[in-house]
T-cell receptor, first 115, second 113 residues
Framework: AQKVTQAQTEISVVEKEDVTLDCVYE???????LFWYKQPPSGELVFLIR??????QNEISGRYSWNFQKSTSSFNFTITASQVVDSAVYFC????????????FGAGTTVTVRA | SAVISQKPSRDICQRGTSLTIQCQVD?????MFWYRQQPGQSLTLIAT?????????ESGFVIDKFPISRPNLTFSTLTVSNMSPEDSSIYLC??????????FGSGTRLTVV
């Protein structure tokens, strides 16, 4: 069963628009970690954020913000005032203690920001 | 956080041959993993590389096809054996640090012709 679901396959926006990427996860663990990664066309994985299951505080980093809600098992990611350089594939991932800390990745959301 | 040097960054190989990918971490990591990313797809875990013992493979991956070594805490290799065009993918290694942060190598883009 898919542990991480990213509902949007592709999102296309015009520069300066906001874009929100959804991520829903499934786990029975009480201790787990959630991540967001960016993969630009060059292929490397760029770490964006890690959140543990005991920290539901939302976070803002520049134009990026994350909304973690355990009640709905969601960890959504918003890019504010998008820029062309934000064009990439974004992956949400889950690490569980019961799964030996293996990372389970969502299918990814391709974000295209048009000038 | 740790830095992982992965090489080669890309290669074009003939079918039926093998390629060994290396990952060197600049500091100790508790666990190392190998992933495959087929074109247009997400990352799929191949195996967990165990220090000094056989790797633990995920369903659908076997040691004969993807032999893995991890002789010490900071180095691991993945071999893609008897390659076919279906093996054309990006292969990435990852290390889990003591603070539960994952570091990834820059990836090996493999094309089998």
């Amino acid at each position: 069963a898919q542990k991480v679901t990213q509902a949007q396959t592709e999102i296309s926006v015009v520069e300066k628009e906001d874009v929100t990427l959804d991520c829903v996860y499934e786990t029975r663990d009480t201790t787990y970690y959630l991540f967001w990664y960016k993969q630009p066309p060059s292929g490397e994985l760029v770490f964006l954020i890690r959140r543990n299951s005991f920290d539901e505080q939302n976070e803002i980093s520049g134009r990026y913000s994350w909304n973690f809600q355990k009640s709905t098992s969601s960890f959504n990611f918003t890019i504010t005032a998008s820029q062309v350089v934000d064009s990439a594939v974004y992956f949400c991932a889950l690490s569980e203690v019961s799964n030996d800390y293996k990372l389970s990745f969502g299918a990814g959301t391709t974000v295209t920001v048009r000038a | 956080s740790a830095v992982i040097s992965q090489k080669p960054s890309r290669d074009i190989c003939q079918r039926g041959t093998s390629l060994t990918i290396q990952c060197q971490v600049d500091s100790q990591v508790t666990m190392m993993f190998w992933y495959r990313q087929q074109p247009g797809q997400s990352l799929t875990l191949i195996a967990t590389a165990n220090q000094g013992s056989e790797a633990t493979y995920e369903s659908g991956f076997v040691i004969d096809k993807f032999p893995i070594s991890r002789p010490n805490l900071t180095f691991s290799t993945l071999t893609v054996s008897n390659m076919s065009p279906e093996d054309s993918s990006i292969y990435l290694c990852s290390g889990l640090g003591v603070n539960y942060g994952y570091t990834f190598g820059s990836g090996t883009r493999l094309t089998v012709v």
